[in-house]
C-alpha cells in the first residue's frame, strides 16, 4: 500500500498544521471578534463567532462568518496538499476550526431557507469526517 493512500485506496487524509495561538486565546476566554481580527485565517475564530450569532437568533450574521471561517479553512486544506476530497479527520485538533465552520454553515444555510448549500454542506462534513458530523450534529437516528 503506498504511503499517500488510505486504507480504501482514495486520498490520504489531510492535516492542517497547528495553529495554536487563536485555539489558546479562545480557552483563555478572549472574545471570538478579537480572535478573529487578529488572526483572521483562524476557522476556528470564524467558527464560533457564527455560533454566538445563531444562539442570539442572528443567522444571517452567522451564515456570513461561517462562510468566512469555511473558506479560510478551504484555503488552508489546499495549501496541506488536500484536492478537494478526502478525509479530513476530526480527531487532529487543527482540523476541528475548518469541520466546525463547515457544520455552521450548513446550520445556518438551512436557517436562511439555502436548502441546496444545506445539503450539499452536510454531505461534505459527513463526508470529510464522519465522526465530526456525529459530535457536531449527533448520532443519526436508527432506521
Known amino acids: 500500500m503506498a504511503i499517500h493512500e488510505n486504507l480504501l485506496g482514495g486520498p490520504p487524509p489531510t492535516h492542517l498544521p497547528d495553529d495554536p495561538e487563536p485555539r489558546e486565546a479562545l480557552a483563555a476566554g478572549k472574545e471570538p471578534a478579537e480572535v478573529a481580527a487578529r488572526y483572521p485565517a483562524s476557522s476556528l475564530a470564524w467558527s464560533r463567532l457564527a455560533d454566538q450569532a445563531f444562539a442570539a437568533g442572528r443567522a444571517v450574521e452567522s ?81
Open 63 to 143: 451564515y456570513a462568518y461561517a462562510r468566512t471561517g469555511y473558506h479560510r479553512g478551504l484555503d488552508a486544506l489546499r495549501r496541506s496538499g488536500w484536492r478537494g476530497q478526502g478525509p479530513v479527520p476530526w480527531e487532529h485538533e487543527p482540523n476541528q476550526g475548518f469541520l466546525r465552520a463547515l457544520y455552521a454553515l450548513a446550520r445556518a444555510a438551512q436557517a436562511i431557507g439555502e436548502t441546496e448549500e444545506y445539503e450539499r454542506c452536510t454531505t461534505f462534513l459527513r463526508d470529510s469526517s464522519p465522526t465530526a458530523a456525529e459530535v457536531l450534529t449527533g448520532p443519526r437516528p436508527s432506521a
